[in-house]
């Protein structure tokens, strides 16, 4: 079992910058994929970027391309999302999640941490 402790969103102008953290439990944290997600109110969840393992791989969504950067910390068991040149529409509650390396889905997720662009 892996639980997903996510923090680091907050209120920030359009344009500003974000860092967000995942803290994770449990052992083999390398042994995990891990990805952001986000959700905006009324939407479908959406793929923002993934680390592999042991993170030499990243894969991004077109919206984050440039803007986002994900990395890991296999030493400290956890995942960030820095998000640079925030738009409003990146206004959303960003969760992370966990699949073991061999596997093709999501198995775990975090509660969340919400994002707010202004203007």
């Known amino acids: 079992q892996v639980q997903l402790v996510e923090s680091g969103g907050g209120l920030v102008q359009a344009g500003g910058s974000l860092r967000l953290s995942c803290a994770t439990s449990?052992?083999?944290?390398?042994?995990?994929?891990m990805a952001w997600f986000l959700q905006a109110p009324g939407k479908e969840r959406e793929f923002v970027a993934s680390?592999?393992?042991?993170?030499?791989?990243?894969v991004y969504a077109d919206s984050a391309k440039g803007r986002f950067t994900i990395s890991r910390s296999n030493a400290k068991s956890t995942v960030y999302l820095q998000m640079n040149s925030l738009k409003l529409e990146d206004t959303a509650t960003y969760h992370c999640?966990?699949?073991?390396?061999?596997?093709?889905?999501?198995?775990?997720w975090g509660q969340g941490t919400q994002v707010t662009v202004s203007s």
């Open positions: 449990g052992a083999s944290f390398s042994t995990y994929t």
């Open positions: 680390i592999s393992g042991r993170g030499g791989t990243t």
């Open positions: 999640a966990a699949r073991p390396l061999s596997e093709a889905s999501w198995r775990f």
